[in-house]
């Protein structure tokens, strides 16, 4: 899946936001649950870095995205907008 997909799911769920599903739930927590778990993602990966494989640390670096995702979602934020800060 690329980012961009990944950015579409993230709307995708705030804007249907389906009963049953944890990003749902994320979402009804707002860009504090959001940041929340993006820091701890952050945190896992860092330590994935450190300590696992590089199997485990690509699976933590893409829950990173996906939080990125979801918070870019929150807040309205389209992907042209952090590309014009890369």
């Given at each position: 899946m690329k980012f961009e997909e990944i950015v579409l799911l993230a709307r995708q769920r705030k804007a249907e936001m389906p009963e049953?599903?944890?990003?749902?739930e994320l979402f009804r927590k707002g860009s504090d649950g959001i940041g929340?778990?993006?820091?701890e993602e952050a945190a896992e990966?860092?330590?994935a870095a450190k300590f696992?494989?590089?199997?485990?640390?690509a699976l933590e670096l893409s829950q990173v995205?996906?939080?990125v995702a979801c918070m870019m979602?929150?807040?309205?934020?389209?992907?042209?907008e952090i590309e014009a800060k890369l």
């Open positions: 049953g599903r944890s990003t749902t929340k778990k993006l820091v990966s860092w330590m696992e494989t590089r199997e485990a640390q995205l996906y939080y979602a929150e807040k309205g934020l389209s992907l042209e």
